[in-house]
């Protein structure tokens, strides 16, 4: 709110800026135009010119202070830009993630789905509490393991940890057996499915969304993947089916829809180790189990965060995070 107000104060300078400015100039402008009238008309007067050459004067000189002025307003375009590339460079200059050390990911086709963190600790700035302290675990390939604890306990933090999207301050995160600094994350992501607790429809179809603008999308691996979050029916019911345009100018899903399109999402590349942060929050039990189902026969490891009685018993394991 504060950085609002102060955004509009500095609006109102501007504008106050710019009225003053415009009518210094309109002042500046005809008085000068006056000014050259009279001069001339005591020449012309006088028999030093002659009235053509007076109007030529005039037509040149109207041409020459718009140039002039055009040239002090590319002037300042150009001080802009400094500002602008300023901008730029914070988002040109960002250090790309670290890249795999070389040769691994090439001989790791095959994966091994297992997870393990040794003693993980980690805290968002050096002057916050932990959020997670000396924290070990093993999940095990096509285990499925549910996070469960009160809200703001950390189980988001944990699951971007597994991630990779945030490295702990202390311990490691190894998967199959390999430490994931090691792995490379480009390498790891591709094999992985993730829904985050906030997670979005991008403007497209519902087909793009699925498989997230593929270039070449496979037809039949969307509608499988919509099949196994028990979507498709929902989506063959609308008038364009897959073609169903969503995200903000698009047909407005129902929450439980979106999710289980994002799921969908997810479930498209057929992931070793898909992770999901309240995915099915929105979903009633019985469409909540069948999805469950549907996801336990493809054998993959699943790591859920959730806080329904319901999800926690399809689970093998619940983790409880507490203190
Ligand atoms: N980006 C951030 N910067 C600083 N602190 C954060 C950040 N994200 C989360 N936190 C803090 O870390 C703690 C754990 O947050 P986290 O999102 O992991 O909780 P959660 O268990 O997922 O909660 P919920 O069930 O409500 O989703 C909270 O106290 C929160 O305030
Ligand atoms: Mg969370």
């Not at 008309?41 to 050459?53: I, T, Y």
């Not at 390498?187 to 829904?195: E, F, K, L, P």
């Not at 309240?278 to 549907?294: F, M, P, W, Y």
Request: net charge negative; with cysteine.
């Amino acid at each position: 709110m504060n950085l609002a107000v102060a955004s509009t104060n500095a609006g109102l300078a501007v504008q106050r800026q710019v009225l003053s400015f415009g009518s210094a100039n309109a002042m500046l402008t005809t008085l000068e135009n006056a000014a050259v009238l009279y001069l001339g008309a005591h020449l012309v007067l006088g028999n030093q010119l002659s009235v053509g050459m007076l109007i030529a004067f005039l037509s040149y000189k109207t041409q020459f202070v718009s140039r002039a002025s055009g040239l002090v307003d590319q002037a300042l375009s150009f001080k802009m830009l400094g500002l602008q590339t300023e901008r730029l460079a914070d988002i040109v200059l960002a250090e790309p993630e670290p890249a795999p050390h070389s040769g691994i990911h090439r001989s790791q086709e095959g994966l091994s789905a297992s997870i393990e963190l040794r003693n993980v600790s980690f805290r968002y700035a050096t002057d916050e509490p932990w959020v997670l302290k000396d924290l070990s675990l093993r999940i095990e390939p096509g285990e499925s393991v549910a996070i469960a604890g009160p809200s703001g306990c950390g189980k988001t933090t944990l699951l971007k940890i597994m991630l990779g999207q945030l490295e702990p301050e202390e311990g490691s995160v190894w998967v199959g057996g390999i430490a994931l600094r090691q792995l490379g994350l480009r390498h790891y992501r591709d094999q992985i499915g993730v829904v985050m607790q906030d997670d979005r429809l991008f403007a497209g179809s519902i087909a793009e969304n699925i498989s997230l603008f593929d270039a070449q999308p496979d037809h039949a691996q969307i509608e499988e993947a919509a099949r196994m979050a028990s979507v498709h029916d929902d989506i063959a019911r609308m008038p364009m089916g897959y073609n169903t345009l969503v995200g903000d100018m698009g047909t407005a899903l129902s929450g439980g829809q979106r999710q289980r399109v994002v799921l969908a999402r997810a479930l498209y590349k057929l992931p070793r180790i898909l992770f999901l942060d309240e995915a099915t929050s929105h979903l009633d039990v019985l469409t909540e189990s069948i999805v469950n189902k549907a996801i336990q026969r493809l054998n993959m490891t699943r790591i859920v965060i959730a806080h329904r009685q319901q999800t926690l018993e399809a689970m093998e394991r619940v983790i409880l995070l507490a203190h």
